[in-house]
């Protein structure tokens, strides 16, 4: 048998293992412990302004009481927009990236925007959604320009995960079509499209579970702080639930006041973040227990 | 005195170069495929067999820097050609791919695939399942279950609906990339009973050098890119013209 060297015998082993797993396990452990705090502490302090009519009626009084039926309203609204608008562009830039694409200057431009787009500040989006949609295209503060703006946010994490689903699935799904006389888009649409589309579908929901929380992107392109009627068309502004968080919480004259509605705002935004997240993680099982591939 | 037999001849490869990007992948392949005739091409991996069996199809137009001189026609008609239409070209001449790769559909939907794309409709599509499983041999053990999910089958009976697919565009001629080296082998003996009662012109790839002896009418061996040999399949492998195919047959080599 070999002998250890100095410094390799298996006590030290033992010991460098023991150190290395402590600090790997606090890590993890932290990281959970964060997110219990944050729960805990945002459910404790919110969980008592919850009602029925908060979550069904407009705000009164100086938003001091009342519900806030507006803005989860507008946060759907608003939500539901940007995903109409990332869909479209981002699955289009995936299948022309996943499936057309070859290596080139062209490729290596889209890549490098998408990249760039992902890394760039949301109050850059804001700022941006402000000067083009709101001033230049002259949509107003509305739920079209918010949505547009949320729509851009979250188009390169949409373009991303669905090139990567669409990668996923087996290029022999592709030759077997093509082998049979299907040209290339109807390859595409027919066979990649329907056995990728849940991926991409999931990618897409965790984006705009994101894209819901965000406030910078929409406090200048959509978000009023109080709307008295529901919004009729897509040019009205509406109340949205991060932006209303912070405007209770830094504009108005009853900031002590509203600390349970603040707190409830928050409480109802978190719920429908994770709620979105979940129906992520429904549809990626549903996915991977339907496919053999 | 020798029976004059009409053969007919439905693959011709005159003088074939193929290039992936600067790699010479085939050299001067010039070599008649006849009609109804089981032709096999064996050679050990890299040899060019597969790249060959692809252009007939077309299929290596997808390969990034792919590219043929010489001339291929399939029944008298240049393939690569200026009217040549890859599309049209992959409707006669269907393929079978090494492993099974049947759609995440149900059988049905797998076999119809090909003819809706040519705007078939029911019920012309139910008698085309049925003829299409019939001459794969796959009738009897699908027929209740052509709604049920064709990845739930067995890999021989994927393998076949793979080739019942192929079969239900009526092509001239099957293609068959080592269509039995995912499966075992009672699923190898099934396929290979149904290619040599097959009233068809197809060519396969094999690497299993029984197989070809087997099944096959003819015969071709390729290496480093060269057709070394090619004949009648029991004169090749009985009394084979180049020491190469001798050295490859007798595994010597490969």
Known sequence: ?293 | MVEEKKEKVIIRAKNVDFYYGDFHALKNISLDCMEKEVTAMIGPSGCGKSTFLKLLNRMNDFVPGARLSGEVTISGESIYGPNADPVDIRRRVGMVFQRPNPFPKSIYDNITYGPKLIGIKKPDLDVIVERALKAAALWDEVKDLLNKSALELSGGQQQRVCIARALALEPDILLMDEPTSALDPIATSKVEEWIKTAELSIVIVTHNMQQAARISDKTAFFFLGELIEFGPTLELFTRPRESKTENYITGRFG
């Open chain 1, 1 to 293: 048998m070999l002998k250890a060297q100095k410094g390799y015998e298996p006590k030290r082993r033992y010991l460098r293992e023991k150190i290395a797993l402590f600090f790997v396990r606090s890590s993890g452990i932290f990281t959970m412990a964060v997110m219990a705090f944050i729960l805990i502490y945002i459910v404790g302090h919110g969980i008592s302004a919850i009602s029925f009519s908060f979550l069904t009626e407009f705000p009164k009084d100086n938003m001091t009481a009342g519900g806030i039926f507006p803005a989860i309203l507008g946060t759907l609204i608003l939500a539901l927009g940007a995903l109409l608008t990332a869909i479209p562009l981002g699955f289009g830039a995936a299948i022309y990236l996943a499936e057309y694409a070859r290596p080139g200057p062209l490729v290596s431009a889209i890549r490098l925007g998408v990249a760039n787009l992902a890394g760039v500040p949301s109050v850059v989006f804001g700022l941006f959604g402000l000067a083009l949609f709101v001033t230049e295209f002259g949509f107003g503060r509305s739920i079209l320009s918010g949505s547009l703006t949320l729509g851009l946010l979250i188009l390169p994490t949409v373009t991303a995960a669905a090139e990567e689903a669409l990668r996923q699935t087996p290029q022999s799904f592709r030759e077997a079509a093509l082998a049979l006389g299907a040209s290339r888009w109807q390859a595409i649409r027919q066979v990649v499209l329907p056995a990728a589309l849940p991926g991409m579908l999931t990618g897409a929901i965790l984006a705009l579970g994101r894209a819901a929380g965000e406030t910078a992107p929409i406090i200048f392109t959509a978000s009023a702080a109080y709307t008295l009627a529901m919004p009729d068309s897509v040019f009205r502004e509406v109340m949205a639930l991060s932006t209303h968080i912070l405007n209770l919480a830094t504009n108005g004259t009853h900031i002590e006041e509203t600390r349970p509605q603040q707190f409830g705002s928050a409480l109802v935004l978190l719920i429908l973040v994770l709620g979105l997240s979940l129906v992520a993680i429904i549809i990626r099982a549903k996915l991977k227990r339907g496919r053999k591939w």
